[in-house]
Each structure stands twice: as C-alpha cells, then as structure tokens.
C-alpha cells in the first residue's frame, strides 16, 4: 500500500503525558498537513509544510502542540501535557502541489486521553 | 478567512431517490473544490473535484457537482441513491493561487433507507 501511512491508529494516554504520532505521506508529495476531526465535525486544519517548511499553523493549535517534518519526508506530531480535549481523531494527508492540490489522507490515529 | 457551509447535517433517503446536497463557501478569490466521503470506519476519500474549465464536474460512483461562481456554491448531485452511499459527505475550498490549507465543511451525514 502506497498511500499515506499514520501511527498508531489508536492511543489511549493519561492526562498530562506527552504523545507523538507518525505520519509517512506518498512518496514524493512535498505537502503535508495535519488536520484534527471530533465526532459529527469536519476535519479541522491544524497545521501544513511545503517540504520541510512549516507554513501555516492554526491559531487553535496551542503551544503544547508542535509539528516536525525533517527532511520534508515523513513528519511528526507531538501533543505535551494532555488534556482531555485533545481527545479526537488526528488525520494527516499529503499533496504534490505541483500537480494539483488535492489531498490524499490517511487513516488518522485515534486519540483517547483519560 | 475562507470558510465552507454545509447546511444539511443529516439526510435520509430512500434508495432510487435522487440526492442533492449543499455546500456555500466564503472566499473572494480563484478557488479549488473538493467533496470527500467517508464511508463508516474508512479515511477519507476524494469524491470528485473542481479546479477550472467546465463548471459541471463528475467523479466517481456516478456523483456530480456543480460550480456555481455567482452563488458560491458547489453542491453534490446523485440521480439515483444506493444503500452503499451512506456515508459522510465533505466539501471543502483551497486558494487556488496559493494552494495552501485545505477548508472542510462540517459535513453531511447520509444515511440510505435499503
């Protein structure tokens, strides 16, 4: 499967704890983004890189969140100090901007934050 | 800012019945349009999408929508349902000179009378 890869697909965390998660895009795609989705809701933009470069971030990503992509190829989100809020579904997708800008997702990790 | 209005947020039809689903968007410039469908404990997936030329666009599983510039919409269309459509419908904006974050709706959860 070529698509975009995200782990762990479920985690379940005490409040307080930190947590990562990995997102792998298709091979070749230079944009990234992350997006955050609650039950009955749409995906909520969080945040987006253009290879390496983080471009924009949301104004509801609070600074316990922060978002790497190393060498403009797989990237990482890391939540410090849990709240019980955080708990929702967290989708990554990928694009290749040079030949359209639609975005392929994948199958999220499910956050549960007791 | 650019946003997406879905105004239907649950639709029930009969299967053969013909589907009609809104979607409004706030933005003064040249913009992209997607839907996407999530079926029950599936990522998301690109439906159908509008970037320029022929206003009337048609994607898979018999689906269509229409761009309208003057009434910023661009509503889903299915002649005939299946009970294989239910599912989540999202339709989403991107800046089209930038390409940069992708808008979702809060979606349209359709459910299909077998």
């Known amino acids: 499967d070529t698509g975009v890869s995200q782990n762990p697909r479920h985690k379940i965390t005490k409040r307080g704890q930190n947590v990562t998660f990995r997102c792998d895009p298709i091979?070749?795609?230079?944009?990234l983004y992350w997006y955050r989705q609650t039950l009955g809701q749409g995906p909520e933009f969080l945040t987006y890189?253009?290879?390496?470069?983080?471009?924009?971030k949301s104004r509801l990503l609070s600074d316990r969140f922060s978002a790497e992509r190393p060498k403009g190829s797989f990237s990482t989100l890391e939540i410090q100090r849990t709240e019980q809020g955080d708990s929702a579904m967290y989708l990554c997708?990928?694009?290749?901007?040079?030949?359209?800008?639609?975005?392929?997702f994948g199958q999220g990790t499910r956050l549960t934050v007791v | 800012a650019q946003s997406v209005s879905q105004h239907n947020h649950h639709v029930i039809l009969s299967e053969a019945a013909s589907l009609e689903l809104g979607c409004n968007y706030s933005?003064?410039?040249?913009?992209?349009l997607f839907w996407y469908v999530q079926y029950p404990g599936q990522h998301l997936q690109l439906l159908l999408k509008?970037?320029?030329?022929?206003?009337l666009v048609k994607g898979i599983k018999g689906f269509e929508a229409e761009f309208i510039k003057s009434k910023f919409s661009f509503n889903l269309r299915k002649p005939s349902v299946q009970w294989s459509d239910t599912a989540e419908y999202f339709c989403?904006?991107?800046?089209?000179?930038?390409?940069?974050?992708?808008?979702f709706g809060s979606g349209t959860r359709l459910s299909i009378r077998p």
């Open positions: 997708a990928s694009s290749d901007r040079d030949r359209g800008t639609e975005a392929f």
């Open positions: 091979s070749e795609h230079n944009r």
């Open positions: 890189f253009q290879n390496e470069a983080q471009l924009e």
């Open positions: 933005y003064g410039g040249t913009v992209n």
């Open positions: 509008y970037f320029s030329g022929d206003p």
């Open positions: 989403a904006v991107t800046d089209y000179s930038s390409a940069s974050k992708i808008i």
